[in-house]
């Protein structure tokens, strides 16, 4: 058997450092190139000390291309302004933040798209929006003009969606979007009124049975027999899958230890904590490992472990290949999962790509103050500003700078501020772009700005001392 070739790099492959204390620098790729202020290698950036002594690395791939990643470092990796919590791929105008050092991402041009890419943006209606999708042929899933009705109720309005082999895509929207009919769909259990649906191939709007042997689905609602053991409820369902004997067991124990189940195989499922019965549930649709998988909200009400275990098995099951189409209403599970995203809304996906092509091209700084009463009209230079009964919400290139001169103008208002928020770039941010409405899907606790003194953020604080207000503390903020 012939050595594996290693990936070959092309010519004018670098980082151009455009700001920070190397700015003018150019580091060369065709390698893996680690940063950090010990980093070996092009990459040492002494300098700079707001670095973690190993920082962050961009990976060559083994089909071509970059990948970004964080090395646990104390201050976070930035991609175009979002704080990468996972691998990232590049592209070519990039940038990458990492201390006081900004890095500009130059490679050469790739028409025949050789190397691995991200997802690009498909925006509804868009006259580009056909051409960028993936062909059926290439798709797990290929979900084209899908449309269902309730009675006078159109839920959902032509949805088109591609889930590409390896590919968790997180399919976002507030309740009443249409996900879950979209995802019945999909799985067989509604007839969609009209469109097209191929699961691995298969037209699952003309036959479902057999598109459901290409799929595993598990719904929001717990779907386990609460009287039957743990082993039995995973062996039925691997049986159902068309799995039999050794590959049976096998299989059975390899969900049962990748959940912490093993333990309670001879249990009966009623008698599970609420936790265990999520990861029983999850496992079920996973036993038989199909192509296409549908996970319905299928951490909600889990336990920080649970959580965490199916995040690990998705992350998991993507790698080996396998489709995953993902809901969920928590979005920093979708950015751990390293998801590319779906939005609906109104019964049709708007925005569909990579978190970070709809942060480079979608997401702003937005600073965001909640009042008693009615927001006051603020009069800012070169900021977006709207008014929302009590929110007023500002729009900028720099939110602590902005945050710190609307701070300044309140004057008497600055008595009836009861909230401040610094929204960064995020999934929050690109929804609130496209929608112009707050996602409100953070589970209590899992927001990145720790908050106290009364609910105002850590960040808030700061741009308050920094204003030169003479802000006194509402009562019940203290």
Not at 227 to 251: P, Q
Request: with cysteine; aromatic share 4%; proline share 6%.
């Amino acid at each position: 058997m012939s050595a594996a070739v290693p990936p070959q790099a092309s010519t004018g492959e670098l980082l151009r450092v455009i700001a920070g204390p190397a700015a003018g620098a150019d580091i060369p790729l065709g390698r893996d190139v680690a940063i950090g202020r010990a980093a070996e290698g092009p990459g040492s950036l002494g300098g700079d000390e707001e670095l973690s002594r190993s920082h962050a690395r961009v990976a060559m791939l083994p089909g071509g291309g970059y990948a970004l990643e964080d090395l646990g470092s104390t201050n976070g990796t930035y991609l175009n302004g979002w704080r990468i919590p996972s691998s990232q791929l590049l592209s070519t105008g990039d940038r990458i933040q990492v201390g006081q050092t900004v890095l500009e991402v130059v490679l050469p041009p790739d028409p025949q798209r050789t190397v691995m890419r991200r997802r690009p943006v498909i925006l509804a209606g868009a006259p580009d929006a056909e051409e960028l999708r993936t062909p059926r042929s290439q798709a797990t899933l290929y979900a084209s003009g899908v449309r269902k009705s309730y009675g006078d109720l159109e839920v959902l309005k032509g949805v088109d969606l591609e889930v590409e082999p390896g590919e968790v895509a997180g399919l976002l929207g507030h309740n009443g979007a249409g996900k879950t009919t979209f995802v019945s769909c999909v799985a067989g259990l509604r007839r969609a009124d009209s469109g097209t649906v191929l699961v691995n191939g298969v037209d699952a709007t003309r036959e479902p049975l057999k598109a459901r042997r290409h799929l595993g689905i598990a719904p929001q609602d717990l779907g386990i027999y609460p009287t039957l053991t743990v082993r039995t409820n995973l062996a039925l369902f691997g049986e159902l899958g068309g799995l039999r004997g050794r590959e049976l067991a096998k299989r059975v124990e390899e969900v049962g230890e990748a959940l912490s189940l093993t333990p309670k195989f001879g249990a009966a499922a009623g008698t599970l904590s609420g936790g265990q019965q999520r990861r029983l549930h999850t496992g079920m649709a996973i036993v038989c490992k199909p192509p296409l998988l549908i996970l319905d909200e299928p951490t909600v009400g889990a336990d920080i472990r649970t959580r965490q275990e199916i995040l690990d098995l998705v992350k998991a099951l993507a790698a080996e290949g396998h489709a995953i189409c993902y809901s969920t209403h928590y979005l920093p599970e979708i950015e751990q999962l390293g998801a590319s995203v779906a939005l609906l809304q109104g019964g049709q996906i708007i925005a569909r790509g990579s978190i970070a092509e709809l942060v480079s091209k979608f997401s702003s700084q937005v600073v965001e103050l909640t009042f008693e009463g009615p927001a006051p009209e603020l009069a800012m230079r070169g900021v977006e500003i709207a008014r929302e009964d009590s929110l007023l919400r500002i729009k900028s290139t720099n939110a602590a700078e902005t945050a710190a001169a609307a701070l300044s103008q309140l004057g008497g208002h600055a008595t009836r501020l009861r909230n401040i928020e610094l929204v960064r770039p995020s999934l929050d941010s690109i929804y609130l772009t496209l929608t112009e409405q707050r996602y409100s899907s953070e589970e209590p606790g899992s927001g990145e700005e720790a908050r106290g003194d009364g609910g105002l953020s850590v960040i808030a604080r700061a741009a308050l001392q920094n204003s030169g207000v003479n802000f006194r503390r509402p009562e019940n903020l203290s």
